[in-house]
């Protein structure tokens, strides 16, 4: 693929730019396999259509929608069973909505028994999902497929040693992609576009220039400190001396309520920049502190001015009583402001005047009744009477009393570079600065290069796909960096990089289908990478290819346990357990703060960590799997752990914590996250709990709801029904019955915790305050006709269903690791795989070594 100069003295693939990446995209995709996904069409339980669905038809349809009488056009009576066809497939699914919706048959026709319903409408479900999982299907084999963005993002990491910042990785820069059956790995759900083929060539020319510098660097690390006794006499920022919540003093400054900040500038030539280029910086802040009245540690926060909420708390600590330094290593860019230093649990120093705090707490208890009137004449009073929080009288208090924080200077140091020329750089110019910069030197440098990116040896004429385009550049005069930035870019936009392309090894003579072909060590190399890391192979994967020994079950074990303890195991943990327990729900609804007060943004954070740290502990201590349901243990931080009520857990870091007989945590469901995933901010949710319940631990998901049928309705003004009560008033339709039945048992068993995941024993949310609430009802059945009184009991009965866990879990397990949908023909290899995790103690290992050793994932 050639180049030519622009004039900017970047270049540009020969033709109209992205048109021709397009069409050199066609003439390298031309000889790659790319297999009809359908497959044929499979009859659907056609024992139950004779049985049960033909003579319900027959009963309540067929005498308005037959022969001479076909209401709303549709005829049953011709209706076939066959999703297979567009038309039928339609006409199936608007009859299961209109049962569901309660609407056919019309009330004036005896009603069809509840069991009847569930039978024609689950029978028809099953046809549709059986019909779409066809044509997304590949008849079991593992189509060409190309990375998706993380793939992509941690590709270029390990690739070029590149090192991102916030909102400029690929992950951040490129469009979402798609999923099937909840995961962006499966092939067909990663199309390409002539759009996203424009990203990857501006992705690409961007990721060039980063990799190959020119000159030392624009910009060189300094270091800038403010030393807080120099507040006063800065006049730019002399007035915080003047707030009664600061006192400066000959060595540093003490805050009992705001916060102070630095003022400083790095110089560059005849410049200054506070922030001069993004990058990386390193903050550092020197503080100690006294404890208040109530003994608690004083706390403190480092904040930076930002456009992004998110970026603005850069250190949040209790601090010690002995001065000490606290630093964080951050980045940060020209849109950053001052930073600034806060004492987070001074808040008390502004509650010195006594009638101002009354008519604080009486304005927000008018809030929390919804008497705004009542709130906004109590603000007005306390903004006309001078008696806001922000007014204190200082003089009336014993500032004894206070928590005081002692800050002594301020200092940013950057931007910080590992190494310049960084390690892209390098890796590219291994020959160092001093090398010949000729043709020779070009081969080698996109030899090296090209095996790596597409990941198996490369034939010379691939190399020279490529180097002739960069020699032709430099010949036309093109500085050498630049030209190798040129014919890199070209690399990073081929299809042979971005398609993870499995080569085959020699046909199976006795395979069941002909078709199927096992791949070579290298495409085993790929995939395990991509399975295990999310990301390309590293250097042991590769020799092993090379020696054409990772084939070996031997070795392949050994392998998987390898990648399963390095650090990169984080592209599983972020890939396959964050859409398998569907982590990403959790902050779909920010809770209210008026209503949920214990609620900040760093819990959130917390809550979205506990089941992703949760998973990676169960994988890499080789735990059972049936944790996922119930366990003696969770995964805590100190925010989660306040909220728990749980004592002795310091910081904001992850460990595993034993939790108590008494607890109610322990498993994916007692997690907080699952239960504001399965909230809306202000009340729970019970349909959709049971919903997530049933598709996370069971790869069983409800059948779909009825056109514009949304969830239970709040309570109207004057009412105050609990989740429950609505549920069952919106059961009464048999139609609602029959569906709700198999979810909201599931859902309605997790009702002791609250929006937030706070454990509760009486309502709360939606205008429930109390203890004259109503006692939370978390009793239920299951579909299998087994009660529960308590959440308990709940567990237990799960607990029992551990084979119908484990089988779901490898049919997510089984799809994320090879691309392509679980289908019919997989049935047995799934039930080996459950076999499998059986022996072991349910183990994650112990799946992960069966799917790698079965034929599916060494075939294609």
Known sequence: MSTKIRNDGRSQLRGHGSLAL?????????????????????????????????????????????????????????????????????RWAEVMDQINLGQMPPPEEPPPELEQLGEVADWIAAGVRSEERRRVGSGGRSLLRRMNRTEYANTIRDLLSIRFLPGESPQDLLPPDGTVDG?????????????????YFELATRLAEQAVVDGPPEFPTQTIRFELEDTAANRAIDYLCANPGIECREHDILLMDHSTRSFGEMKYGDTKKEIPVAGFYRIRVRVWGTRGADGKPVRMQVRQQHPQQDRQLLIESDVTDEPQVYELLTARDPKCGEYSVSIVNGSAFQQSSPVGAKLFQAQREAAERDDFEAALRLQSRQQLEALTRAKPTPESADTSQFPKLYVDWIECEGPLYEQWPPKSHQALLFRGEGAVLNAEYVDAIFERLMRRAFRRPVSPEEVESITEGVKAEIADGEPFNQAVRNGLATVLCSPK???????????????????????????????????????????????????????????????VDRMLADPKVDGLVEGFGRQWLKTDAILAFAPSERVYRD???????????????????????????????????????????ELYGIAGVEGDHF???????????????????????????????????????????FNDPPNPPPPNVGEVEPN????????????????QLASCAACHRRIDCYGLALENF????????????????????????????????????????????????????????????????????????DRSRIDALVSHMADHHYTLRSLIHAIVSSDPFLQK
């Open 22 to 90: 397009i069409l050199a995209w066609i003439s390298l995709l031309s000889p790659m396999h790319a297999a009809d996904p359908g497959g044929k069409p499979v009859a659907h339980d056609a024992s139950t259509y004779t049985n049960s669905v033909v003579p319900f038809l027959r009963q309540h349809c067929i005498a308005c929608h037959g022969e001479g009488e076909a209401n709303a056009s549709l005829r049953l009576d011709q209706l076939q069973p066959d999703f297979s066809v567009p038309e039928s497939a339609a």
């Open 183 to 199: 995961f962006d790995k499966v092939s067909t759900g990663l199309m390409v576009d002539p759009s996203l083929l424009e990203n």
């Open 497 to 559: 990089f971005l398609y993870l392309i499995e080569s085959e090894a020699s046909s199976l003579p006795n395979s069941e289908r002909d078709s199927l072909q096992a791949i070579s060590d290298w495409g085993l190399a790929t995939r395990l990478s991509y399975f295990l890391w999310s990301s390309m192979p590293d250097d042991e994967l590769f020799d092993l290819a090379r020696a054409g020994r990772l084939r070996d079950s031997g070795e392949l074990v050994r392998q």
């Open 599 to 641: 609620y900040t943004p760093k819990l959130g954070e917390a809550m979205v960590a506990e089941p992703l740290a949760f998973f990676k502990e169960v994988l890499q201590r080789d735990e059972s799997a049936i944790a996922f349901i119930d366990s003696d243990w969770t995964m805590l931080n100190q925010p989660l752990a």
């Open 655 to 697: 460990r595993r914590v034993q939790l108590s007989s008494e607890s109610p945590r322990g498993g994916l469901l007692g997690m907080a996250g699952v239960a504001m995933a399965g909230s809306d901010g202000i009340r729970t949710k019970p349909v959709s709990r049971g919903a997530y319940v049933r598709n996370v631990l």
């Open 716 to 731: 109207i003004r004057g009412e105050k029904l609990t989740v429950r009560e609505r549920l069952i008033q919106h059961q």
């Open 754 to 825: 609250n929006v937030i995941g706070q454990w509760r024993t009486v309502q709360d949310g939606e205008g429930f305050r109390g203890s004259n609430s109503p006692t939370i009802d978390a009793s239920g059945v299951l579909p299998n006709g087994e009660a529960f009184e308590t959440w308990a009991e709940f567990k237990q009965l799960l607990l029992k269903q551990e084979e119908r866990f484990a089988q779901g879990l490898a049919e997510k397990m089984f799809t994320y690791a090879t691309g392509r949908s679980v289908e019919v023909s």
